[in-house]
């Protein structure tokens, strides 16, 4: 039986798993007490929660939650990211890490996005990807294009419309 404060724990973290809509495990070893803070304000600021995490308080708290499939990957040196808004966030935010010159970022070992597990090499294709607001405008311009293309094509058709008038207006004005 938990003691009452790993209860609490263990039902914070329930509530966490819960309600996440996505979620990294990743593998924290070698890395400094100073790149660790370093990497905690880099997660907040990016709206993503960071914690390092008891594993066996983890798997008690992950049962009933749409993160279960992940409760054999708490192993080791572990922590947690979660977005509660943002799906590709974590990763994001994890491969921006790494890219800013850290000595060592965290190691993903399995992730859930929007309910779906994920595999390392999936989370840094997600990562990898334009953000929602680029996708958005690349596919605002995917639609938009045939009817630029329409209006184009028919611009052109009034065009020769005219010109022809005008040549048929000047040959009866010679003829």
């Known amino acids: 039986m938990p003691t009452p404060a790993k209860q609490q724990a263990i039902d914070e973290l329930n509530d966490v798993f819960t309600r996440a809509k996505s979620a990294l495990l990743?593998?924290?070893h070698g890395i400094s007490a100073k790149d660790m803070t370093a990497l905690r304000t880099h997660m907040r600021e990016?709206?993503?929660d960071f914690r390092v995490i008891k594993n066996t308080l983890a798997r008690k708290a992950v049962k009933n939650t749409p993160l279960e499939v992940l409760e054999n990957d708490f192993k080791?040196?572990?922590?947690?990211?979660?977005?509660?808004?943002?799906?590709?966030?974590?990763?994001?935010a994890l491969?921006?890490?790494?890219k800013s010159g850290v000595e060592?970022?965290?190691?993903?070992?399995a992730g859930i996005v929007e309910g779906k597990q994920v595999s390392p090499a999936e989370v840094k294709a997600l990562?990898?990807?334009?953000?929602?607001?680029?996708?958005?405008?690349?596919?605002?311009?995917?639609?938009?294009g045939p009817t630029t293309n329409f209006v184009g094509v028919f611009s052109a058709l009034l065009?020769?419309?005219?010109?022809t008038l005008d040549a048929i207006k000047d040959k009866k004005a010679q003829g």
């Open 127 to 144: 990562a990898d990807l334009p953000s929602k607001e680029v996708l958005l405008s690349q596919l605002l311009s995917v639609m938009n």
């Open 104 to 109: 060592k970022s965290p190691d993903v070992v």
């Open 159 to 163: 065009r020769k419309l005219v010109g």
């Open 95 to 98: 491969s921006d890490y790494a």
């Open 26 to 28: 990743a593998h924290y």
């Open 76 to 92: 080791g040196p572990v922590s947690l990211l979660v977005s509660f808004d943002d799906a590709v966030a974590p990763a994001k």
């Open 46 to 48: 990016r709206a993503v």
